[in-house]
């Protein structure tokens, strides 16, 4: 079982960047796909949810209207688009996948926003 994300780096603030999770080894479709962030020195937050068939989504209150998750099925990789990115958006972003029995996390990929 691979989770493996992708697209972090630096941006300056107003920017956009696109996360990746590739995910491997099990049947992704029938998982639910979150996205949380641990900022240094803080608790690990929730960031953004979707449902297995992609019908429903969920946000933090703090990036809702800036952030959007997605998924494509056919490609086994779940999706975060940020928009309008703040200092406060600096983080080590991690997908998880939630199934009926099994949660699997991935590595995470970091994100600077900063000038």
């Known amino acids: 079982v691979q989770l493996v994300e992708s697209g972090g780096g630096l941006v300056q603030p107003g920017g956009s960047l696109r996360l990746s999770c590739a995910a491997s080894?099990?049947?992704?479709?029938?998982?639910?796909m979150s996205w949380y962030r641990q900022a240094p020195g803080k608790e690990r937050e929730f960031v953004a949810y979707?449902?297995?068939?992609?019908?429903?989504?969920n946000y933090a209150g703090s990036v809702k209207g800036r952030f959007t998750i997605s998924r494509d099925n056919a490609k086994n990789t779940v999706y975060l688009q940020m928009n309008s990115l703040k200092p406060g958006d600096t983080a080590v972003y991690r997908c998880?996948?939630?199934?009926?029995?099994?949660?699997?996390w991935g590595q995470g990929t970091q994100v600077t926003v900063s000038s």
């Open positions: 998880k996948a939630t199934g009926s029995v099994y949660t699997y």
């Open positions: 080894g099990f049947t992704f479709s029938s998982y639910a």
């Open positions: 979707i449902t297995s068939g992609g019908g429903s989504t």
